[in-house]
């Protein structure tokens, strides 16, 4: 189980965390004008699509949530979908592995942690707030 979900890890921030990524909204808005949209805008994560439902790990789940909800506020949709397809199938592959191994939960939660703080850090980039 360790080295399956290493592995999606891996997979994942090798397909997103590494990739061009399309300029934020606010380019080439006055300073002003993005600081005061940015304190106004919920750190909150957006709902999500049907898939996006718990998979039964709060910390995999928080780190879904927060990833989508950055690509839906901060990316395009022409791009989106590119960027949250590994975020769907990393998504399909941790909840098969949970289901296959329950007792791989800790391991996973391990893994949700590090991608949260990967994502974290790539998604500055996108100005989100983790």
């Known amino acids: 189980m360790k080295h399956r979900v290493a592995a999606l890890l891996v997979m994942l921030c090798m397909s997103s965390c590494g990739r061009d990524r399309a300029a934020p909204a606010d ?11 940015s304190s106004t805008t919920s750190t909150r994560p957006a709902p999500g699509p049907a898939w996006l439902q718990s998979i039964g790990v709060p910390e995999c789940d928080s780190y879904f949530q927060r990833y989508h909800a950055c690509l839906k506020q901060k990316v395009p949709p022409a791009s989106r979908q590119a ?27 391990k893994a949700c942690q590090t991608a949260s703080e990967a994502a974290a850090a790539a998604m500055k980039s996108l100005g989100c707030a983790w």
């Open 83 to 109: 960027m949250e397809r590994p975020l769907l199938e990393t998504w399909k592959e941790w909840k098969k592995a949970l289901a296959e191994d329950p007792a791989g939960k800790k391991d996973l939660q």
């Open 27 to 37: 380019a080439g808005k006055p300073r002003s004008a993005v600081k005061a949209k």
